[in-house]
């Protein structure tokens, strides 16, 4: 039990997707415009992670080593189908405002690099809670990336003003914006870790 | 430049040049075109500079302290860049707009690299282009000169986007400063006197700015009008930022190339990158845009045109 809750802990801060290791930084990048984005792109490809990481564990001695990446799509373009269609079902809102970066979870490197570097050696329970954490790292980091572009770039947060007379910096809102916060995060983090040695 | 690094046989002569003598020098150097400024725009201008100067030095200074680096505030190198970021504002702007882009020159432009003599992008442009991004309303809007009521007026450069042509502007009030503009850039004669400064000083080499500037005048000359060869060159020279950046960002030593060969191919790839701007860009003025793309060609230019190693 411990070595499971180790596996899920480890992709929240120790191993966090986007600023350790540096993973799926393209729908980090589009999407992260504002909160609500974040989220709902958070929990689709958590959904995506917990499922494909499942089932690759699952499958992972039937699967011939030559055709494994091949698998694996198809195991990881059948969860994103899946979101997808219940984001179109549930809240078209949000599948307009993600657009095409709901399908392209399906090449998330994130997805990928777990079915590959964790659930394809590892026994399902511990791929489950692994890609648990991975997402919740994932959904973390778009959270806290979202949060400070759409408090910056449009003085909101969740659609709510704050500050009244705040005058927005709009190249936060921009892509240009998003490499710059993204970028000083983590410069940020590794100060921190070198300054803790 | 080069002949500095030469080191020959004994005795040496000690050079009293150090990073600290040169940044005050070029203080100096930028004070003239600053009092045309208070003297044209008025008060407001003096204010603009001196929010964004001690912005900027406290910047470094807190930035300094947090990370526990040497604290280099007394070197002049975050004066010069609060002084340059506040010539590149229009004069109209509310107070808080220089110090955010001070703020945002020293960490962003600066620190994060690893603070003077890392930086890949001249401070000051970057805290510019930073500020015209995101509050383009305030970045475009220009007091009328000798006008010290709210009264805007467009800059001579924008006319000539919007179709008009600014043929009624004597070519001695642009060279003096009486038109719109941002509040180090207008007064051409004070930008030479501290150019010349520099220059009799070495502190600078005409490479950069004279290439520069006679890029842009030969572009502007031959594309700038309906026919070809007809184009109003000395209009181009004088308005907008081109002297200041020229002399003064252009000229910056850290994010331009080190062989005067290299000076010469980034001062001509500004001038190019200005003219193209100018003439057919969304952008009426392109000085800080070429400066800085030039500044991200320069470990380009830097690796090509390196010195022969003597005896190779």
């Known amino acids: 039990m411990k070595a499971l809750i180790k596996e899920f802990t480890k992709g929240i801060i120790r191993e966090n997707p986007t600023f350790v290791l540096v993973l799926g930084l393209c729908p980090t990048l589009a999407v992260s415009v504002t909160v609500a984005n974040g989220i709902g792109m958070g929990i689709a490809a958590t959904f995506v992670l917990l499922g494909s990481s499942v089932i690759v564990s699952l499958v992972k001695d039937f699967i011939p080593g030559r055709i494994r990446i091949p698998c694996y799509i198809v195991i990881i373009a059948t969860f994103v189908t899946i979101a997808e269609m219940s984001m179109k079902a549930y809240s078209p809102v949000l599948d307009r405002a993600l657009g095409i970066y709901v399908p392209l979870i399906v090449v998330n490197c994130i997805v990928l690099g777990r079915a590959e570097a964790f659930a394809c050696k590892n026994s399902m329970a511990s791929s489950f809670f692994d890609g648990l954490g991975m997402g919740l790292g994932f959904t973390l980091a778009l959270i806290l990336i979202s949060g400070i572009r759409e408090f910056l770039g449009s003085g909101q947060l969740l659609g709510h003003t704050l500050i009244k007379g705040f005058e927005p910096i709009f190249v936060f809102g921009m892509p240009s914006g998003a490499l710059l916060v993204i970028g000083l995060l983590l410069g940020f983090f590794n100060f921190l870790k070198n300054r803790k040695r | ?312």
């Open chain 2, 1 to 312: 430049m080069r002949d500095n690094l030469i080191v020959s046989g004994s005795p040496h002569i000690h050079k009293k040049a150090s990073i600290s003598r040169i940044m005050w020098t070029v203080v100096l150097s930028t004070i003239p075109a600053g009092i045309a400024g208070v003297i044209i725009f008025g008060w407001d201008a003096l204010w603009i500079i001196l929010v964004a100067t001690i912005a900027a030095v406290s910047t470094e200074w807190a930035f300094e302290s947090i990370t526990r680096h040497k604290v280099t505030i007394l070197d002049g190198s975050a004066v010069i860049t609060g002084i340059l970021l506040a010539y590149n504002l229009p004069p109209g702007v509310p107070l808080w707009l220089p110090a955010v882009g001070a703020v945002f020159s020293i960490i962003v432009g600066k620190a994060v690299f690893g603070g003077l003599g890392q930086n890949i992008f001249n401070p000051a442009l970057v805290g510019r282009v930073f500020l015209m991004a995101s509050w383009p309303k305030y970045m475009t809007t220009f007091p009328k000169p000798f006008n010290y009521d709210a009264v805007t007026s467009a800059t001579p450069l924008a006319m000539l986007k919007e179709g008009k042509i600014p043929g009624h502007i004597p070519y001695l009030d642009l060279f003096l400063g009486n038109r719109g503009g941002c509040i180090g850039e207008v007064c051409i004669l004070a930008l030479l006197i501290g150019a010349a400064i520099l220059l009799i000083k070495g502190y600078i080499t005409w490479h950069i700015p004279l290439t520069y500037i006679f890029t842009t005048a030969l572009l502007t000359y031959i594309f700038g009008a309906k026919q070809l060869f007809q184009g109003d060159w000395l209009f181009h020279i004088l308005s907008g930022g081109l002297i200041l950046g020229a002399f003064f960002m252009a000229t910056d030593y850290v994010a331009t190339p080190l062989t005067p060969k290299g000076q010469v191919i980034f001062g001509i790839g500004c001038g190019l990158i200005t003219a193209v701007i100018r003439l057919w860009g969304g952008y009426p003025e392109g000085v800080s845009y070429a400066i800085l793309m030039m500044n991200a060609a320069t470990p380009f230019i830097d690796r090509y045109t390196r010195n022969r190693i003597y005896g190779t």
